[in-house]
């Protein structure tokens, strides 16, 4: 294993040590055992031993907290929540639908008020969230998304079309031909988070277990090589990493997104970039961006592109890849023309989870204890805050607003039996970067993307 500090920008611009915890010494009783010490995890451990301090709350992860995507993200806590308005709603009612994106609008500033109260220097700035149209084919999307969101009952306050010149006095983007803002987002030091958060758990008395990997979940047991956990209730909170544990290979599918990350600009770079509000920002291409101000002066960037690999494969190999990173640099100079010559100090990457269905999902099986929470597809930094304290009513037994969304208990396909598995996948990636490169091309509306997305069930 590499130094943790490689894994990400955010992590090696950790100020604290790495070392990890002490592993699990030995089998052990709980009532709750929490595998994985990522944002899902850590939340709901940290809401549930607020909840009810009695409660023998054990969290097993297989190296450090922080260690998978909640210290390598993007660094946007938003309230995108993946899964269809539409098919939700044919199913739960459109009332409820409405209800689950207020929560989640709602839960950005939940973790700004947790961040706060717990003294975590996450560095979390609400500055909201732009969705750029960088060609007129993605104005007219964004004119159809302000539509789309009027439709289902949000406002101005909630989602508004930016004129050129509104968007480039926010961030200074070549092209831009306006933007879409909503202030339901925010940018933060993703490492510095789950750090913190990881030690607000163990002040509420909580016991984290590192270099701890679960090698079998079963109904009310969670098996390591240093012992059994066995518990009223098993939370598996393990996002990508979730096919490695036996019975879970089709459960959900690892994609690998990857980011770069610049050395701190000066002061006169930043006057002609504007970006003082430090909204996260993307556009509305096919095969997403994702672009972040960090709190020192860097620019983070990020996207999709990177392979599948067959058998839901996970390797340090896979975090690093020339191409997307020379891809990635050309994006950020399109973006910044004015930036040429800046140096790229940072180049990484880790892997999202995706469903079938692509939809979300937390519950709880009573008769087995079994629970869980995922899916996030990459917005799950403001997410898996919403799955911790849904997470613990569900688990304290209670009835609240938050366990009638239409999330919980969802129950999504499993994925295809290789090699069906990879050749769909990654047949899905290629159509979206085509879609994209057709667009520009043409000047007109990609229909391939529909198609594709109808394919994987988004």
Partial sequence: MSDYRERSLWLDGLEESLIPRPPLPGDLDADVVIVGAGFTGLWTAY????????????????EIAGFGASGRNGGWCHATFPGSREKSARRHGRQKVIDQQRTLQATVAEVGRIVAEEGIEARFHHGGML????????????????????????????????????????????????????PHAACVDPARMARGLAAAVERRGVRI??????????????ATQHGTVRAEVVVRATEAFTPQLPG????????????????????????????AG??????????????????????????RGAPYH????????????????????ELLLGLFPQLAGVRVTHHWGGAIAAPRDWYSSVGLDRATGMAWAGGYIGDGVATTNLAG??????????????TGLPWVDHRSPRWEPEPLRWLGVNAALRAMAS??????????????????????GA
């Fill in 47 to 62: 809401y549930l031993a607020g909840a009810d301090p009695h409660l023998r709350i054990a969290v097993l992860e297989r």
């Fill in 131 to 182: 969705d750029l149209a960088a060609t007129p084919v993605q104005l007219l999307r964004l004119k159809d998304a302000v539509a789309w969101e009027r439709s289902w009952g949000f406002g101005e306050e909630d989602y508004r079309q930016l004129t050129s010149a509104e968007a480039r006095a926010r961030v200074n983007v070549a092209g831009c031909l306006g933007a879409g803002y909503s």
């Fill in 435 to 456: 879609a994209d490169a057709a667009e520009l091309a043409s000047g007109r509306p990609s229909r391939r993307a529909v198609y594709v997305k109808r394919l994987i």
């Fill in 209 to 222: 277990y590192e270099r701890s990997p679960v090698t079998r979940l079963e109904p009310r047991r969670a």
């Fill in 278 to 303: 430090r909204e996260v920002f993307g556009d509305l291409r096919f095969l997403i961006y994702y672009a972040a101000r960090t709190e020192d002066g860097r620019i983070a960037l990020g996207g």
């Fill in 310 to 329: 067959a058998g839901s494969r996970l390797s340090e190999r896979f975090e690093r890849d020339e191409h997307v990173r020379r891809h990635l640099t």
């Fill in 389 to 402: 304290r849904t997470l613990c009513d569900l688990i304290l037994r209670r009835t609240t607003p938050l």
């Fill in 248 to 275: 879970f290979k089709r459960t959900l599918v690892p994609i690998y997104s990857l980011m770069i990350g610049t050395e701190p600009l000066p002061a006169h770079a930043w006057e002609q970039l504007g970006w």
